[in-house]
């Protein structure tokens, strides 16, 4: 078998996407700027078209179009890895071959879920190994919050699809460290587990996992960034501090209120948040006092 080919250590951010207020079209400019601020921070990379970035909203030409232009931004030190899951085989292969065609470096691929009852082990162990071989970059499987409308990788499952050398990890965002430790028990050597929570990444690490991609770094990418690298560092106490500061940002704003919580927090701090997509709503005021409240006790905000 091949070695893996991409580290996968650290702290990765699963950008927003701004759109223009006035027409709803993606913002590249609000985009590249948001970027441009969070390569200052010691973070691994950046995310494009995650849960965080309304990928699901987004058409096949805004996908490509958002990698087109951050590529440019992102220095070839750090990477930029593509949310490119869908419901058929042939169009996740088609937006995994159109990212790597635009320069990612990695594929992030959540599971078909419409036709949930259909989606045997079997079923989806086929799938996930017809796109890693398909694709030309490394892929990253995505266990996506129970929550939202999706169906749970089970461990054997991720076990089985470790033994690919063109599948380097999984981001489990369930926050269940119980489950997140089956992953691990079951995965073979080499295969990378991230936490997809932001309230979990310290004890992750302890457990095993490599880092993290976390929809509270777009609000605190310094914090998350730097509590990884204590923890690298062994300077638990570091670490733990960091992770009290960032817990109630993420159970807040990104557990309690979603991507427009995380927006509004962006407009607070100074980037490009701006409204969500139609049908999600923007915060009303009572959703607004909540972003502001926890930020300003974090110190973020007057």
Same mark, same amino acid.
């Given at each position: 078998?091949?070695?893996?080919?991409?580290?996968?250590?650290?702290?990765?951010?699963?950008?927003?996407?701004?759109?223009?207020?006035?027409?709803?079209?993606?913002?590249?400019?609000?985009?590249?700027?948001?970027?441009?601020?969070?390569?200052?921070?010691?973070?691994?990379?950046?995310?494009?078209?995650?849960?965080?970035?309304?990928?699901?909203?987004?058409?096949?030409?805004?996908?490509?179009?958002?990698?087109?232009?951050?590529?440019?931004?992102?220095?070839?030190?750090?990477?930029?890895?593509?949310?490119? $899951?869908?419901?058929?085989?042939?169009?996740?292969?088609?937006?995994?071959?159109?990212?790597?065609?635009?320069?990612?470096?990695?594929?992030?691929?959540?599971?078909?879920?419409?036709?949930?009852?259909?989606?045997?082990?079997?079923?989806?162990?086929?799938?996930?190994?017809?796109?890693?071989?398909?694709?030309?970059?490394?892929?990253?499987?995505?266990?996506?919050?129970?929550?939202?409308?999706?169906?749970?990788?089970?461990?054997?499952?991720?076990?089985?699809?470790?033994?690919?050398?063109?599948?380097?990890?999984?981001?489990?965002?369930?926050?269940?460290?119980?489950?997140?430790?089956?992953?691990?028990?079951?995965?073979?050597?080499?295969?990378?587990?991230?936490?997809?929570? $932001?309230?979990?990444?310290?004890?992750?690490?302890?457990?095993?996992?490599?880092?993290?991609?976390?929809?509270?770094?777009?609000?605190?990418?310094?914090?998350?960034?730097?509590?990884?690298?204590?923890?690298?560092?062994?300077?638990?106490?570091?670490?733990?501090?960091?992770?009290?500061?960032?817990?109630?940002?993420?159970?807040?704003?990104?557990?309690?209120?979603?991507?427009?919580?995380?927006?509004?927090?962006?407009?607070?701090?100074?980037?490009? $948040? $701006?409204?969500?997509?139609?049908?999600?709503?923007?915060?009303?005021?009572?959703?607004?006092?909540?972003?502001?409240?926890?930020?300003?006790?974090?110190?973020?905000?007057?």
């Amino acid at each position: 078998m091949a070695p893996r080919p991409l580290d996968l250590a650290g702290v990765l951010i699963p950008t927003t996407t701004p759109f223009d207020p006035v027409t709803g079209d993606l913002d590249v400019v609000a985009l590249r700027a948001n970027v441009r601020r969070y390569m200052e921070e010691p973070v691994l990379g950046v995310v494009i078209g995650g849960s965080t970035g309304e990928a699901v909203l987004l058409d096949r030409t805004e996908r490509t179009r958002a990698l087109e232009a951050i590529r440019e931004v992102v220095p070839e030190d750090r990477l930029l890895v593509a949310g490119t $899951g869908a419901e058929s085989t042939r169009q996740t292969l088609a937006l995994t071959r159109d990212a790597a065609e635009r320069g990612a470096d990695a594929v992030l691929v959540q599971p078909p879920a419409f036709y949930r009852g259909a989606m045997r082990s079997d079923v989806l162990v086929r799938h996930y190994r017809a796109v890693a071989d398909g694709s030309p970059v490394p892929v990253i499987l995505y266990q996506v919050p129970l929550r939202f409308s999706t169906l749970e990788l089970e461990a054997g499952v991720v076990g089985e699809l470790s033994r690919h050398p063109n599948i380097v990890g999984i981001k489990d965002s369930r926050g269940d460290l119980d489950r997140l430790a089956a992953y691990l028990e079951r995965a073979q050597d080499g295969f990378q587990v991230l936490v997809g929570s $932001g309230s979990a990444l310290y004890p992750s690490l302890e457990l095993g996992a490599v880092g993290g991609i976390l929809g509270v770094a777009n609000v605190v990418p310094g914090w998350t960034g730097r509590l990884h690298a204590a923890f690298q560092a062994g300077d638990h106490p570091e670490a733990g501090r960091l992770q009290e500061a960032v817990t109630p940002l993420h159970n807040e704003i990104v557990g309690g209120l979603g991507v427009p919580g995380v927006k509004y927090a962006l407009d607070l701090l100074g980037l490009q $948040g $701006g409204d969500p997509r139609a049908p999600l709503a923007p915060l009303d005021e009572k959703g607004r006092g909540r972003v502001e409240g926890v930020l300003r006790g974090a110190g973020l905000v007057e």
